[in-house]
């Protein structure tokens, strides 16, 4: 799928088995998923696409900015640069090789197939976050200025290898909850940890 310019209305679904080349013009996403079930590379050149699923073996060649949510059930997906997720991110299959920065603004679930951090960095910026299923990271990091909540699976267990940050402020605690109220949940931090302003 090559689109160098003019406007292209994106449908509710698109599904392309080779390469993605925005290289021009206006890319409207509708809201609507794209779905990626071969062997391609993704060029985005700025655009932001709505929601994205992979099911092939996928190597980005730009940053990738997604407005909805990211899926992956099988496969391969290499993000070679950043990746900017303001929905959910959902891996339930397949490999993920991760980008030296990953932002997810809705729900971390990885709940089957292999997270491979790449030592970079995932930070939680949305609202009301959840983490599900058990993930190794390199670096994570949740920043707050208002009063928020971070929920994590109380069946699971986080484990950070480089740097954990989780800060709220003065005022505006940032709390750390179960899943499952009154059953434990296990976040093993083996690096540095930054941790201030929170309630647990």
């Given at each position: ?21 925005l290289t021009?013009?206006?890319f409207?996403?509708n ?5 990626l ?16 699923n ?8 730009d ?5 909805g ?59 009301n ?6 993930s190794t ?8 200025t ?55």
């Amino acid at each position: 799928f090559t689109e160098s310019g003019g406007t292209f209305n994106a449908p509710a679904n698109l599904n392309v088995a080779g390469n993605v080349n925005l290289t021009g013009g206006a890319f409207n996403a509708n809201a609507g998923t794209v779905n990626l079930d071969g062997n391609g590379a993704l060029t985005t050149a700025g655009n932001t696409l709505h929601h994205l699923n992979s099911t092939g073996t996928v190597n980005t060649q730009d940053q990738l900015n997604l407005a909805g949510n990211f899926t992956q059930s099988s496969g391969t997906f290499t993000a070679n640069q950043d990746m900017d997720v303001n929905g959910a991110f959902t891996e339930s299959g397949g490999t993920f090789n991760a980008p030296a920065n990953l932002n997810v603004a809705g729900d971390f679930n990885h709940t089957a197939g292999t997270f491979n951090h790449n030592n970079g960095t995932v930070t939680l910026d949305g609202t009301n976050q959840q983490v599900n299923g058990s993930s190794t990271f390199f670096d994570l990091t949740k920043t707050v200025t208002s009063a928020d909540t971070l929920t994590f699976d109380h069946t699971a267990t986080q484990t950070v290898l480089g740097t954990l940050t989780l800060t709220g402020t003065s005022g505006n605690l940032l709390s750390l909850r179960s899943s499952s109220p009154g059953s434990q949940w296990e976040l093993e931090a083996q690096g540095i940890r930054n941790i201030s302003f929170v309630d647990v």
